[in-house]
Nanobody
Framework: QVQLVESGGGLVQAGGSLRLSCAAS????????MGWFRQAPGEEREFVAA????????YYADSVKGRFTISRDNAKNTVYLQMNSLKPEDTAVYYC???????????????????WGQGTQVTVSS
C-alpha cells in the first residue's frame, strides 16, 4: 500500500513558476514508477509527466515539454514537478500517481496507475 500526498500548488501569474511535491509513504518508494496527471474543469484527466523507478528515464506530454521537469529523490520518498513558464491553460488539479509498472502511467490506453494522491490546485492567471 502506498499513500501519496501532493503539495506546492497555488496561484501564480502567467510566466511564473511553481514546484509541486508528492510525498509517498512506505519503504518501497524506489519500486514504483511515478507520474503527474492533471484535470481541468470539464476536461478529462491527462498525462503530464512520468519518471522511472531509478529516475533515469523521464517522459512528458508535448504540451509541457521544455517547461516542466519531473524528478525524484528516493531517499526522501518524494517526486517533484518543476513547472516553469506557466500558462493559463496549465490551470488544473494536479495529481501524483504511482505504479510498479511504468506502462500504466505513460500509456493512455493502459490500465490506470494503482495509487493516486488527493490532488493539488494550480491556478495560472493571465
Amino acid at each position: 500500500q502506498v499513500q501519496l500526498v501532493e503539495s506546492g500548488g497555488g496561484l501564480v501569474q502567467a510566466g511564473g513558476s511553481l514546484r509541486l511535491s508528492c510525498a509517498a509513504s512506505g519503504r518501497t518508494f524506489s519500486s514504483y514508477a511515478m507520474g503527474w496527471f492533471r484535470q481541468a474543469p470539464g476536461e478529462e484527466r491527462e498525462f503530464v509527466a512520468a519518471i522511472s523507478r531509478s529516475g533515469e528515464s523521464t517522459y512528458y506530454a508535448d504540451s509541457v515539454k521544455g517547461r516542466f521537469t519531473i524528478s525524484r529523490d528516493n531517499a526522501k520518498n518524494t517526486v517533484y514537478l518543476q513547472m516553469n513558464s506557466l500558462k493559463p491553460e496549465d490551470t488544473a488539479v494536479y495529481y501524483c500517481a504511482a505504479d510498479s509498472d511504468l506502462h500504466t502511467i505513460v500509456v493512455v490506453a493502459a490500465t490506470p496507475p494503482r495509487y493516486w494522491g488527493q490532488g493539488t490546485q494550480v491556478t495560472v492567471s493571465s
